[in-house]
């Protein structure tokens, strides 16, 4: 008796949905034209269907696997955030998005003050800490359409998109105070956190580099007035 494909087809081990139903085609096709294949026929059929899906499945695996180092180049293994490629990747999304609809948003730069100081006196895996502990408020207070970035080793990004100046700088100013009153516990010392930030608006027209730039330029000026300010009150 000579065995049919379709049963050796059907093994949804050895063959995809996609070369299941070329299979069923051919199955068809053949029956229609009243096309007799003997048993070297039936089994050369099975060969090139089995081969088919093979080479799919090979092909889905690789493409799953690019896909993971795509994900991988953009993200900050850390915190799990996007790093400095995916903040650019977002931002020039961001942008042109802001060009076709005509929107407006703002980014902030935030950098840790003293953590240079955390490392030395609690260890670096007490700053590992801080720097999750930071990227968590981050995360927690913005919306899914916000990106939040690790951009370097202390340094953080905040996009907000679709937002007037005023109410970004605002929300900005808000995330600086709840990491600014907040404290990471590392065996057993309470680390306090501080950060400066850098706040600057964008519209459709932006460049993207000179925007980064400038909030760049907005964090460092902000993080010499409040080293004024504490040796002051010294």
């Known amino acids: 008796m000579i065995e049919h494909p379709s049963s050796k087809l059907d093994d949804k081990h050895e063959i995809n949905p996609y070369v299941s ?7 068809k096709t053949a029956a229609n034209a009243e096309v007799k294949f003997d048993s070297t026929g039936w089994q050369l059929i099975t060969e090139v269907l089995s081969f088919a899906a093979a080479a799919e499945q090979r092909m889905a695996e690789q493409q799953e696997r690019i896909s993971y180092l795509e994900q991988l180049s953009v993200t900050d293994e850390l915190t ?53 502990h930071v990227a968590k408020i981050l995360k ?24 007037d100046s005023v109410q970004g700088v605002e929300r900005l100013r808000t995330l600086q105070r709840e990491i600014n009153d907040s404290d990471f516990t590392y ?15 964008f519209t459709g027209a932006t460049d993207p580099g000179e925007l980064i730039e ?21």
């Open 21 to 27: 139903k070329l299979a069923s085609k051919l199955m």
């Open 80 to 132: 799990g955030i996007p790093n400095r490629r995916g903040l650019r990747n977002a931002l020039g999304q961001t942008l042109a998005s802001a060009a076709r609809h005509r929107e407006t948003g703002v980014l902030g730069f935030l950098d840790l003050d003293g953590f240079k100081a955390i490392n030395d006196i609690h260890g670096h895996m007490a700053g590992d800490g801080v720097l999750r």
């Open 140 to 163: 927690a207070h913005v919306r899914p359409t916000d990106v939040v970035a690790r951009i370097a080793g202390d340094e953080f990004a905040v996009v907000l998109t679709r937002c």
């Open 187 to 201: 065996g057993g010392a309470s680390i306090p956190v501080k950060c400066s930030i850098g706040v600057k608006p």
């Open 214 to 234: 400038a909030a760049d330029q907005a964090m460092y000026h902000d993080k010499q007035t409040r080293k004024g300010k504490h040796l002051r009150s010294a």
